[in-house]
């Protein structure tokens, strides 16, 4: 099977082909999130906003990513339910099942598979390069696991098994998704042609939403409670976490790098709002902080109450849940499943 005759197994939604009315075949899009916690804010503005807000452009798929959740330590009973947490949240943010396929990663088994074929053709050179790996494996690396180490190739299998085109993701994991473009050129060089070699495709406007109390870093799940935002928050909580959000000693609200903290708060503001900086800047002048934090907090419980709302509806039917994680699983299964039976073939183990 050629790349691409291969890629033209299109994921087509029920009722809905993955072909635009030119008759053009769409571009297939795939990423991947980790069950690692709720997910913040920054989760939300960084990454899923795009992916919901796409849906119609792209042939969409979605992973839980809970395989790479456990290469640090998880409690077997908070993995269990951050992974149907973040699975409920995608959808309660509009990822929709009938558009999207959106799948749990444990429930194909084919990734890991095929990430045990790819780990023998990727050189230990190319890993050692990883920086992410570098920076989670923290001060004694002989400790993290070689699960943590070899996280970029299961990646790579996350993403090739379904032969996509693009890959939105954060600019941390770009390093990542040209891996898996190197993966895929040297194993077609040596079988023959297989795979797609994605690309990237990184956002610049919201890509990092900075900590609450400590702008210089990006908000993070892993950090401390009022450095972040988490996407269930209620709005009493999101209201105080904003009013004590750091900002400086000057008055004017302007979006001016050089201050991060009102930085930050104002571009959260423009990703929510949707309104150029000009038209922001123009509200808030002869406006104080309080004034602005007070909009601030308005705008992210505008945004996340309904999804809350829809979120609690879906955990309140672990049934229907369960239903539809089987659903994505069983929409992409037939193309998991040829591309490993393929690359099975190729390399002699079939
Ligand atoms: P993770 O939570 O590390 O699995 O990341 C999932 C997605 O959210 C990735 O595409 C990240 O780049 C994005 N993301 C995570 N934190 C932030 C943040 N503070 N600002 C913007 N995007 C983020
Ligand atoms: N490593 C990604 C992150 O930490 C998550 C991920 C796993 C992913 N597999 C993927 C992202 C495949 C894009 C494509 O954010």
């Known amino acids: 099977m050629s790349a691409s005759t291969s890629a033209s197994a299109r994921i087509a939604p029920a009722g809905k082909p993955a072909e635009v009315a030119s008759g053009a075949k769409r571009e297939r899009v795939f990423s991947g999130i980790k069950p690692s916690g709720t ?4 989760n939300y503005i960084g990454a899923i906003r795009h992916w919901v807000a796409e ?12 395989l790479h959740a456990i290469t640090v330590p998880q409690d077997p009973e908070e993995l269990r339910f951050n992974t149907r947490q973040l699975y409920a949240l ?13 799948f749990v990663q444990s429930h194909m088994h084919e990734h890991a598979e095929l990430a045990w074929v790819l780990d023998c053709v990727t050189p230990m050179g190319w ?16 400790l993290a696991s070689a ?14 098994i379904y032969h996509a085109d693009a890959v939105p993701v954060g600019e941390d994991q770009k390093q990542h998704v040209e891996l898996a473009r190197d993966v895929a050129n040297t194993f077609n060089n040596r079988f023959g042609e297989t795979f797609v070699e994605p690309r990237p495709i990184v956002r610049t406007v919201g890509a990092r939403i900075m900590s609450l109390d400590d702008p210089s870093k990006k908000m993070s799940k892993s950090e401390s409670e009022n450095s972040y935002i988490s996407m269930i928050d209620e709005p009493a909580a999101i209201r105080k976490k904003i009013a004590r959000a750091t900002t400086d ?12 903290g009102i930085f930050n708060l104002l571009a959260i503001y423009q990703s929510l709002t949707g309104r150029s900086q000009d038209a922001i800047e123009a509200e808030f002048e002869g406006k104080g902080y309080k004034e602005f934090k007070a909009a601030l907090a308005d705008a992210v419980v505008e945004t996340l109450e309904p999804i809350q709302q829809r979120y609690k509806a879906l955990m309140a039917d672990p049934d229907g849940l369960e239903r539809l994680m089987a659903e994505g699983a069983a929409k992409v299964q037939p193309t998991a499943q040829a591309t490993l039976q393929t690359v099975l073939e190729k390399v002699g183990l079939r």
Do not use: H, W
Not at 131 to 141: E, H, I, L, N, V
Not at 147 to 159: E, N, W
Not at 249 to 260: C, G, L, M, N, Q
């Open 147 to 160: 699960g943590l180490y070899t996280y970029p190739v299961l990646m790579a299998a996350d993403i090739l």
């Open 127 to 142: 890993l050692n390069r990883m920086t992410q790996f570098k920076s989670k494996a923290g001060s004694d690396r002989e």
């Open 39 to 42: 997910p913040t804010l920054g």
């Open 249 to 260: 000693s000057e008055r004017t609200i302007v979006f001016d790098e050089k201050r991060p």
């Open 55 to 66: 849906q119609d452009i792209y042939d969409n798929i979605y992973c839980v990513v809970d």
């Open 90 to 102: 995608l959808v309660a943010s509009g990822l929709d099942p009938a558009r999207s396929a959106i």
